[in-house]
């Protein structure tokens, strides 16, 4: 037998419907239909070209008729096996590849023409300046100059080490130090997509589902950083290999990614807890005695910079005096914060900045998409990787703690399950989702423009 829409003859049995007939799913096309298909008689008088009365089945399990009358374009089966063999191949490693780097070669165009239309001028060294502005000068300075305790730089010790570690080292291939944290963080950023893309379908997302999860992250609004001399490129690599990896159960390189994130940001060591999790949920104290050991190597990250703090200040949180009276950021009750700034959100008091009010928003909308995710998952009876919904839970908590929401909306758009949470909620209405992408690519959009000017981002 053959799948009607893509003529496959790949099909995956799902049991049986109300009415007692076969229900199938095409491993091409991911259409599901009833084996009612299969007994047409010969004398069937359709045309050719249209497809029979159909008993589709949704994934809730709902069924509806397939109007004869409606059909269109796409019931052509020549067009439906021509988008079912598209949809097939764009999952593909190699198209999954070649996607996201096509999208990095568009982002970087993009910055390069803004920057154009606002200076027409701008010279080589000038330009790679600007793609290089704000926090980006302190990771050049610490990878020529390193940590110091006293004079210039001194409070630049708040930056994890890993990424000017990376400039440092490369630097003799690339001559110049703004240049080479130019190509990781784009090299960081493309394999990150492509990581997470791999992770998805290692996960056992359906196709449709990896590249609505794919197209949010891509117009992401803090895309732009993806290729700016900030740390959002690598620590996107690392939590996006750390989730391949252990999805896949290569927990050497998982504990490996995960150490890597944990020195390049104070998030990364948040990947202890997926770990943890999976290692619980898999009982892999049965199966893999070394697997709760290798854990250890994740928090080395962490400790390797507190250990930096020690060696230059004598004191390995150090580190909060400078978050503290340069940075005006303390630890606060994350509750308390949440309140005070939903209270700020509403009065108005952000009207002076929108990239303030991204901040705001994106922290407080997070807990709203979480608890939307989980209801929707116990509605229709889905699984919940617990794993990703502590990993979640526990970044917020950190970023919601902070004195100051600054720049919050660049540590949101770092945490990966966010967008798989949100396309679960959105992902089956169109319009939703439509919506969602629209106003994510305006932001991203807004974010260059600003860019380009000089401006204030998140």
């Known amino acids: 037998m053959e799948c009607p829409l ?76 021509l988008i079912a063999i598209a949809k097939s191949y764009l999952v593909t490693p190699k198209a999954i590849i070649a996607i996201a780097l096509l999208y990095q070669i568009i982002l970087v165009a993009m910055m390069a023409k803004a920057l154009m239309l606002n200076y027409p001028n ?13 926090d980006a000068h302190h990771y050049i300075f610490l990878s020529q100059h390193g940590y110091q305790s006293a004079g210039e730089g001194v409070e630049f010790i708040v930056f994890f080490p890993f990424y000017p570690l990376l400039i440092r080292l490369l630097t003799p291939i690339f001559g110049n130090p703004y240049l080479t944290g130019l190509v990781i963080s784009n090299i960081g950023s493309a394999i ?45 690599a690392t939590t996006a290999l750390f989730l391949y990896f252990l999805e896949k159960r290569q927990y050497s390189l998982a504990v490996i990614a995960g150490f890597c994130a944990a020195l390049t940001r104070s998030l990364g060591l948040l990947c202890i807890i997926p770990y943890l999790a999976h290692f619980l949920k898999n009982k892999l104290w049965q199966t893999n005695k070394y697997a709760l050991f290798q854990s250890l190597v994740i928090p080395m990250g962490t400790m390797i910079y507190l250990s930096i703090n020690a060696w230059v200040f004598g004191d390995p949180f150090y580190y909060k005096v400078f978050m503290k009276n340069i940075w005006n950021k303390e630890v606060f009750n994350p509750i308390n ?17 929108i990239t303030t009010y991204i901040d705001q928003a994106s922290t407080i909308l997070l807990p709203i998409v979480v608890i939307l995710y989980v209801y929707l998952m116990f509605h229709k009876k889905k699984k919940i990787s617990y794993e990703l919904l502590s990993w979640t839970v526990a970044q917020w908590v950190v970023i919601a703690s902070q004195s100051f929401w600054l720049s919050n909306a660049r540590y949101i758009g770092l945490i990966l399950p966010f967008y798989i949470m949100l396309e679960e909620i959105i992902g089956t209405f169109v319009i939703s989702y439509g919506i969602v ?22």
């Open 6 to 81: 893509c003529e496959s003859t790949e099909f995956q049995d799902c049991g049986k419907t109300i009415a007692g007939d076969r229900k199938y799913r095409c491993e091409v096309c991911q259409n599901f239909f009833t084996s009612r298909i299969f007994n047409q008689t010969l004398d069937d008088q359709r045309p050719k070209l249209c497809l029979p009365d159909i008993n589709f089945i949704n994934e809730a399990g709902d069924r509806f008729q397939k109007n004869q009358d409606n059909r269109g374009i796409f019931s052509n089966p020549l067009i439906s096996k």
């Open 192 to 236: 990150g997509h492509i990581a997470f893309a791999m992770f998805l379908l290692e996960a056992g997302f359906e196709k449709r589902k990896v590249w609505q999860i794919m197209g949010l992250l891509f117009l992401t609004p803090i895309a732009i950083y993806f290729n700016m001399v900030y740390t959002e490129g690598v620590f996107l």
């Open 437 to 458: 992408v629209i106003v994510f690519g305006w932001l991203a959009i807004y974010a260059i423009d600003l860019f380009a000017r000089s401006q204030w981002l998140y």
């Open 122 to 134: 701008l010279k080589w060294e000038d330009a790679l300046n600007r793609f290089s502005y704000n």
């Open 337 to 353: 914060q949440y309140i005070y700034n939903t209270s700020s959100m509403i009065k108005g008091d952000w009207l002076d900045s």
